[in-house]
């Protein structure tokens, strides 16, 4: 496993930026595909973008689409979520998570095994 910590939650109005982070713990996490899910209250937690490991191929939920953008900077052990034109329905605690299996559409939480402990992110409309 690898060990993940998130950074950049906060407080931000709606139509607003905010950048998240996540540094891990070991150079291998290079070749992992590394994603990014969220938990709103009394929901479950949800996919919101992967990235392989390359930077080459990237998924997002519909929901984020156009708004956020997922990349990595292998040199630094970190991948970012930059998130534009946030809404309060944004709202929720983000997730860093990273996996051994290579990225593709149907990638599902159960699929990763190192996750971070969560950067809170609220939105006041």
């Known amino acids: 496993q690898v060990q993940l910590v998130e950074s950049g939650g906060g407080l931000v109005e709606a139509g607003g930026s905010l950048r998240l982070s996540c540094a891990a713990s070991?150079?291998?996490?290079?070749?992992?595909?590394m994603g990014w899910f969220r938990q709103a209250p009394g929901k479950e937690r949800e996919f919101v973008a992967t990235?392989?490991?390359?930077?080459?191929?990237?998924y997002y939920a519909d929901s984020v689409k156009g708004r956020f953008t997922i990349s990595r900077d292998n040199a630094k052990n970190t991948v970012s979520l930059q998130m534009n034109s946030l809404k309060s329905e944004d709202t929720a605690v983000y997730y860093c998570?990273?996996?051994?299996?290579?990225?593709?559409?149907?990638?599902?939480?159960?699929?990763?095994?190192?996750w971070g402990q969560g950067t809170q992110v609220t939105v006041s409309s």
């Open positions: 070991r150079r291998t996490v290079s070749f992992y595909t």
């Open positions: 998570a990273a996996t051994r299996y290579n990225n593709y559409a149907g990638l599902d939480k159960a699929d990763f095994d190192s």
């Open positions: 990235i392989n490991w390359s930077g080459s191929t990237t």
